[in-house]
């Protein structure tokens, strides 16, 4: 089955701690993409990337990084200088950047 | 600045009462806008991209169209299962951004 998968499902990171979230897709989409979601907030763009090893910052990128090195896979690192990290982090790819995005299941974030 | 603003909030609707979700946005030049149904602690499932003005899809009680303002969701004798959150996006034409509504939680009761 194709798909969009992400892990873990749920993650709990203690304050200063740096923590990886892992996206891959197998539906050969060449755009990726991660949002931030919060309650009573819309979708919030951290980063997105249209082709390998090239990425560019969203709205939000402040405290994130990432890396696409491979087609399949976006990373998105949340570091310690992500004030407040708590949240439910979704990752999306698209056939290109001009065509509708399909998500992932999604990794909720609590920081302790 | 592009902005998309979504009515009402929350939605309840007896099952079998039809209504009406609305997507509001300014974007200059309109690549795309799409739907999704999204359950609780789930990513987005798509439902829906319209291009152009005066165009329609449909899906099972889903019926989606589109002014040059904004765009409609209707739900048709809407069923329990139909509850979720329905998210509005656009894309901006000039980054290719995706611009989120914050989304209607819409609870159908049986």
């Known amino acids: 089955d194709g798909g969009i998968t992400q892990s873990p499902k749920y993650l709990f990171r203690k304050e200063g701690q740096n923590v990886t979230l892992s996206c891959e897709q197998n539906?050969?989409?060449?755009?990726m993409y991660w949002y931030r979601q919060d309650p009573g907030q819309g979708l919030r763009l951290i980063y997105y990337s249209q082709i390998v090893n090239d990425f560019q910052k969203g709205d939000i990128a402040e405290g994130y990084s990432v890396s696409r090195e491979k087609k399949e896979s976006f990373p998105l690192t949340v570091t310690s200088a992500q004030k407040n990290p708590t949240a439910f982090y979704l990752c999306a790819s698209s056939i290109s950047k001009t065509n509708e995005q399909f998500f992932g299941p999604g990794t909720r974030l609590t920081v302790l | 600045e592009d902005q998309v603003t979504q009515s009402p909030e929350a939605l309840r609707l007896q099952e079998g009462e039809s209504s009406s979700l609305n997507c509001s946005y300014t974007v200059s030049g309109l690549r795309g806008l799409f739907w999704y149904r999204q359950d609780p602690g789930k990513g987005p499932e798509f439902l829906f991209t319209?291009?152009?003005a005066g165009e329609e899809k449909e899906k099972e009680r889903l019926k989606a169209t589109l002014t040059k303002k904004e765009s409609f969701l209707h739900i048709t004798a809407p069923k329990p299962e139909d509850s979720a959150t329905y998210l509005c996006a656009v894309q901006d034409p000039g980054t290719y951004k995706y611009i989120f509504g914050t989304g209607t939680r819409l609870k159908v009761l049986a």
């Open positions: 319209l291009y152009s």
């Open positions: 539906l050969n989409h060449d755009a």
